[in-house]
């Protein structure tokens, strides 16, 4: 089947999809992205998804390129040209083409870029079995990780890392010595006493859409959450850790810098979020 894209009004071939070379994303990451799961054909969290995109072009005021809604019906509209069931959108907003200069331009329309993707499966059958590594590097952002922007050569090359080390994510570490987050997820343990650990939302974090839905999950299922800051000691001597994004889902973590989190095997909290979570997308409504 072939693959479509959409650009600033226009369905067409994935492969004839492009931007202007001064668009202010190429040139400055002057930008925005969501990405959004599908799953059996439903959008997971998508107002979810939605109303972050709205926070973080407010924060860095710049336009909707269409009323909120239109955007909605574009995406369900490429999700259903593409015939994807089991995937992920990829939508990105950006400040428009220009002339190069730092000031915002005036009287720019914003760029609308999106695509779509399949996936096979989103985690393999043996990470959910066994759990997969963590390795630690300093945290090297900007200092507005809420608002979720195209700039991300820091998290790149924290990726970078950890696939270099044979490890499937890095975690961040701020100057404290706390993890602040994965550099494509957010990051979680559950203590000995089994309470649900994740990092309380700042400007130092970005607030996951999963991550507030398995907040939410964990709440009504009685499990205890602490929404703090947590060391790499804490980690390690917890009885589970994860990690949570669009595409994870709850993913065990069983290793961090090559030393076991508890007994070296994804735990029971983890599981029971993971499929919470798999069970409330697929009670949601088809897109």
């Known amino acids: 089947m072939a693959r479509w894209a959409y650009v600033n009004g226009r369905y067409l071939p994935h492969r004839q999809a492009a931007v202007h070379v001064e668009d202010r994303g190429f040139q400055f990451a002057d930008g925005v992205y969501e990405v959004v799961t599908l799953l059996d054909g439903r ?5 979810g998804h939605m109303e ?10 710049m336009d909707w390129p269409a009323v909120p809604r ?17 995937g992920s959108l990829y939508l990105q907003v950006t400040r428009g083409v220009a002339p190069r200069d730092f000031k915002f331009p005036a009287n720019v329309p914003s760029t609308l870029v999106m695509t779509v993707k399949r996936v096979s499966a989103f985690a393999k059958p043996e990470q959910l079995e066994k ?19 195209v700039g991300l050569l820091a998290p790149v090359l924290a990726k970078q890392q950890a696939a270099e080390s044979g490890a499937y994510e890095a975690w961040l570490i701020d100057p404290d010595g706390r993890v602040t987050e994965g550099s494509s997820s957010n990051a979680w343990i559950v203590t000995q006493d089994g ?24 709440g009504e299922r009685g499990i205890p959450v602490e929404e703090r800051s947590f060391t790499v000691e804490e980690a390690l001597a917890a009885r589970e850790a994860f990690v949570s994004s669009a595409g994870t889902f709850a993913l065990p973590v069983t290793r961090i810098d090559g030393k076991p989190v508890g007994e070296g095997r994804p735990g029971p909290v983890t599981r029971t979020l993971r499929q919470a979570y798999l069970d409330y997308v697929a009670a949601g409504v088809p897109s």
């Open 70 to 86: 239109v955007v909605t019906m574009i995406a369900r509209e490429l999700v259903r040209r593409n015939g994807v069931r089991n």
């Open 131 to 149: 759990g997969v590594a963590v390795v630690t590097v300093p945290d090297i952002r900007w200092g507005r990780c809420d608002i979720k922007t």
């Open 43 to 47: 959008f997971a969290d998508l107002d």
């Open 52 to 61: 972050r995109l709205g926070r973080s072009l407010s924060e860095l005021r």
């Open 195 to 218: 309470v649900l650990v994740t990092r309380a939302p700042s400007q130092k974090i970005l607030n996951g859409i999963t991550r507030q839905s398995l907040l939410r999950l964990a």
